[in-house]
């Protein structure tokens, strides 16, 4: 049996971690950086389905407002939505509630990381 040491911390799991960082009541990640909603992987048929007034005139990713996706509704911190949330990038799929691209974004906004 292994003791914990003072240094250790213990690892939320992802439900854990979904219900400990609600993305309705967050929205950093969306917020964060206009370079972070890029295409990447994504097919012609799954781009095609996103509004044309959401994607950057240079149709690398999403259009931003600042660092803020046109797509997101709502304030930061309080209450947010993203208006394409079925059809969103797989970037934002990728991120998380609780890893550490989440973490990051969070953190910018001086919201909870913990």
Same mark, same amino acid.
């Given at each position: 049996?292994?003791?914990?040491? /003072?240094?250790? #911390? /213990?690892?939320?799991?992802? =439900?854990?971690?979904?219900?400990?960082?609600?993305? #309705? !009541?967050?929205?950093? @990640? @969306?917020?964060?950086?206009?370079?972070?909603?890029?295409?990447?992987?994504? &097919?012609?048929?799954? =781009?095609?389905?996103?509004?044309? &007034?959401?994607?950057?005139?240079? #149709? !690398?990713?999403?259009? @931003? &407002?600042?660092?803020?996706?046109?797509? =997101?509704?709502?304030?930061?911190?309080?209450?947010?939505?993203?208006?394409?949330?079925?059809?969103? /990038?797989?970037? @934002?799929?990728?991120?998380? /509630?609780?890893?550490?691209?989440? =973490?990051?974004?969070?953190?910018?906004?001086?919201?909870?990381?913990?």
């Amino acid at each position: 049996m292994r003791t914990a040491l /003072p240094t250790d #911390q /213990p690892f939320a799991t992802p =439900l854990e971690a979904s219900v400990a960082f609600d993305c #309705q !009541s967050c929205g950093a @990640c @969306c917020a964060y950086s206009a370079d972070w909603p890029r295409f990447s992987t994504e &097919e012609d048929a799954e =781009l095609d389905r996103i509004p044309e &007034e959401l994607v950057a005139t240079d #149709q !690398s990713g999403m259009r @931003c &407002e600042g660092g803020r996706c046109s797509a =997101l509704r709502g304030e930061v911190g309080k209450g947010t939505a993203c208006t394409i949330y079925e059809i969103r /990038p797989h970037v @934002c799929r990728a991120c998380m /509630p609780g890893g550490g691209d989440c =973490l990051m974004a969070r953190a910018a906004y001086g919201l909870a990381v913990s």
